[in-house]
């Protein structure tokens, strides 16, 4: 049997704020193992737990949910990597923008 975790003891495990699970479960992007039809109760696996934490690390990284959508069902390594460098890119840009900013100001 799998062990299975209430949304609060998943979001312990991954360090994701229950309103923030409850949120990515609305949008599809982290579904629970189990939902109680009569309560309506949130049951996680810890096998969701590796898939939270990219999750929680992307976002960490502004990366929008669409586009961690996209990187979960991504069906080979290279689209996937194509969508982390596209993002990396995107992160870079926003950098050299706030370096630009900062050494006007400095001037």
């Given at each position: 049997?799998?062990t299975?975790?209430?949304?609060?003891?998943?979001s312990?495990?991954t360090?994701?704020?229950?309103?923030?699970?409850?949120?990515y479960?609305?949008?599809?992007?982290?579904?629970?193992?189990?939902?109680?039809?009569?309560?309506?109760?949130?049951?996680?696996?810890?096998?969701?737990?590796?898939?939270?934490?990219?999750?929680?690390?992307?976002?960490d990284?502004?990366?929008p949910?669409?586009?961690?959508?996209?990187?979960?069902?991504?069906?080979?390594?290279?689209?996937?990597?194509?969508?982390?460098s596209?993002?990396?890119?995107r992160?870079?840009?926003?950098?050299?923008?706030?370096?630009?900013?900062?050494?006007?100001?400095?001037?």
């Amino acid at each position: 049997m799998h062990t299975r975790l209430t949304v609060g003891g998943f979001s312990r495990v991954t360090h994701l704020s229950v309103k923030t699970l409850r949120h990515y479960h609305e949008v599809g992007l982290l579904a629970p193992a189990d939902v109680d039809r009569g309560t309506g109760y949130r049951y996680y696996s810890l096998d969701q737990v590796p898939t939270a934490q990219v999750i929680r690390r992307l976002r960490d990284l502004d990366m929008p949910v669409a586009d961690v959508k996209a990187v979960l069902a991504a069906e080979n390594v290279s689209t996937r990597n194509e969508l982390i460098s596209a993002h990396l890119a995107r992160l870079e840009d926003r950098l050299e923008q706030a370096r630009s900013a900062v050494e006007s100001l400095r001037e």
